[in-house]
């Protein structure tokens, strides 16, 4: 998931907010912007634990997690060992988008715990 499109979007919301005041108004408005950075990719990231936790309880067997690669954050079905793999895997991963600049245009293949990739998931 590339969280800097949904940091950058709620950047430049904050800066066309700050469009209507002054140019000291910008000014402090592009400050704040830049101190919230980290602060926005963690609660995304919150967020994305939040619906993994979500996705796990509807799950029959195994688990998601988030995991981190290269800064960004990816949901990984995980499942029970000893378990089957569950047949129709591209069912069960899916890439959520809301529409933000840049976001769709990135197109990402969903990896699976082995580390191959699945590239079907990620439509």
Do not use: K
């Not at 991963?93 to 933000?100: D, G, I, N, S, V």
């Amino acid at each position: 998931m590339n969280v800097a499109a949904y940091v950058e979007a709620l950047q430049q919301d904050l800066a066309n907010v700050a469009g209507i005041g002054d140019e000291a108004v910008a000014e402090a408005a592009r400050r704040i912007a830049a101190a919230l950075e980290s602060s926005l990719r963690l609660r995304l990231t919150d967020a994305l634990g939040e619906a993994a936790a979500e996705l796990t309880n509807q799950l029959p067997d195994g688990h998601v997690e988030v995991r981190v690669s290269a800064g960004e954050p990816e949901l990984v079905y995980v499942p029970d060992p000893g378990a089957p793999p569950p047949s129709g895997l591209e069912d069960l991963t899916r890439r959520a988008c809301r529409r933000t600049p840049g976001c769709c245009s990135r197109s990402r293949a969903v990896r699976t715990p082995s580390g191959a990739t699945n590239p079907a998931a990620a439509a």
